[in-house]
């Protein structure tokens, strides 16, 4: 009692406080026999692979599970009554084996802020003998696993950003288009898959030659020319997940960065519309620069005008080709356009942009392949003289499926297509002969004024 008075006397209590947590962290150590990895949602501005690799390798671990509580859920739109699947448990125990070593998983979910994701983690507990073994194999194998598992997956997801919540959220890809039900020039389709399969193939000859891991593609053509089909064979060929990028509604640069880091490996970015994407970054950046030069300085307003400041041009292209393009691989992403020349040439480039795709109007192929898919016939009377009409008169494929779809009778839906071809053609000519006569009096006004 007396030495703890001088003690208390002598030495400070912060040093007191330290000594004594030192001591029970050596002294807990010593004797505990246990090693625990924490393993986080996020790694440097990135999602934690391995992370992610135990979040697909572990359900294949819960039909032994011995517990009170499972976790179950079905995303089965088609079919409500499918078996559920199982999922995940927070704070639930999950036993694994490697090598003879038993291993224990438990997934724990921690509240944030408001508006802020939950804070996801795993602890793994294993002896701590086995602490060395661990990292070097059975990590690997875990993401071994994981990789197969997604490379056999059953379903695709489609996620959109939630900014209130700022997190990217889910729902289940059902889009059937594949290449096979695809209508494009089979030349077109060929060169795609050739180059798609080159690229999951590709990990070595990127890493050989200092590049990131990925590959730009821009679909581009008018409105109703298939480039969202095209984007849904993409992603059904190399089984990738979409991320439906809205860009017009980014923030900013920083905010950019912070949605496009959190996406994941294997996986296809698509972006919309990127030429109204710029023009609404534009719109903006011109709003802000007038605000700027208004009276109105005022604390709330300089926050409003920070926050409509828009992503520029820069932040765009660094992402997609800079530095911040090495964070993740095996990643595709997709631009779309109706106005191709809209777009600034930086963008356009190898790198960036690497394959331009043209999705056009249809053409005979197409056409033949749209009727043999919604009507089942290869060969009908009145294919000639449709073919003729679509080499004179521009439909896009969505017109023509249009169509096809009135009716599933082959004559019916035939006749209604040529009709309507036969009309665009009408209308065609009337504009184009209203438009020589206005050539003709501009021409005879200007000789009356000279």
């Known amino acids: ?14 040093i007191r406080e330290y000594i004594a947590m030192k001591a029970l962290d050596f002294f807990s150590s010593y004797f505990q026999s246990s090693f625990t990895f924490v393993i986080e949602q996020r790694w440097e501005f990135v999602e934690n692979q391995t992370f992610r690799a135990a979040e697909v390798y572990l359900p294949t671990r819960l039909a032994g599970l011995s517990t009170g509580k499972l976790l179950v859920g079905s995303s089965n739109l088609k079919n409500p009554a499918a078996e559920p699947k199982l999922g995940i448990p927070v704070n639930t125990k999950i036993i694994d084996e490697f090598e003879g070593i038993h291993l224990e998983w438990t997934l724990h979910s921690v509240e944030t802020k408001k508006y802020l994701p939950e804070k996801r983690y795993f602890h793994l507990t294993c002896k701590k003998e086995f602490r060395e073994k661990i990292m070097t194999d059975y990590f690997t194998y875990l993401a071994k696993s994981a990789e197969k598992i997604m490379s056999h997956r059953e379903n695709l997801k ?72 095209m984007v849904a064979a993409i992603a059904n060929h190399m089984k990738y997940h979409i991320y439906d990028l809205q860009i017009q509604s980014v923030r900013d640069d920083g905010e950019l960065r912070e949605i496009l880091t959190s996406t994941k490996n294997r996986s296809i970015l698509l972006i919309e519309d990127i030429d109204c994407g710029a023009d609404a970054s534009r719109r903006r950046q011109t709003k802000k620069k007038e605000e700027d030069g208004g ?51 930086a963008l356009l480039r190898p790198g960036r942009m690497d394959v331009h795709i043209l999705m056009d109007n249809c053409t005979p192929f197409v056409f033949k392949k749209l009727v043999a898919l919604y009507l089942k016939t290869d060969e009908h009377a009145l294919f000639d003289p449709i073919e003729k009409l679509i080499l004179e008169v521009s439909s896009t494929p969505a017109e023509v499926t249009q169509q096809l779809m009135a009716s599933k009778n082959a ?8 009709e309507f071809l036969e009309n665009k053609k009408m209308k065609k000519e009337e504009d184009s002969s209203v438009e020589e006569e206005g050539e003709i009096e501009d021409a005879e006004t200007k000789e009356a004024e000279t």
């Open 1 to 14: 009692m007396l030495f703890r008075t001088i003690l208390n006397e002598i030495v400070p209590k912060r």
């Open 158 to 229: 489609i996620y959109t950003y939630n900014q209130d919540r700022s997190k990217w959220e889910s729902a289940i890809f059902e889009h059937h288009t594949t290449f096979e039900t695809l209508a494009v020039e089979p030349e077109l389709k060929k060169t795609l898959i050739d180059d798609l399969d080159a690229f999951s193939k590709g990990k070595d000859f990127f890493k050989s030659v200092g590049r990131a891991w990925k590959r730009g593609y821009l679909l581009y053509g008018p409105p109703g020319t298939g480039k969202s089909s």
């Open 295 to 345: 009276e109105d300085n005022s604390e709330p307003q300089k926050r409003k005008k920070k926050f409509e400041v828009g992503i520029s041009l820069s932040g765009l292209l660094n992402f997609v080709d800079g530095l911040w393009s090495s964070c993740g691989e095996e990643k595709i992403i997709i631009f779309t356009t109706n106005h191709k020349e809209k777009l600034d040439p």
């Open 411 to 418: 004559d019916i839906a035939l006749k209604g297509l040529l």
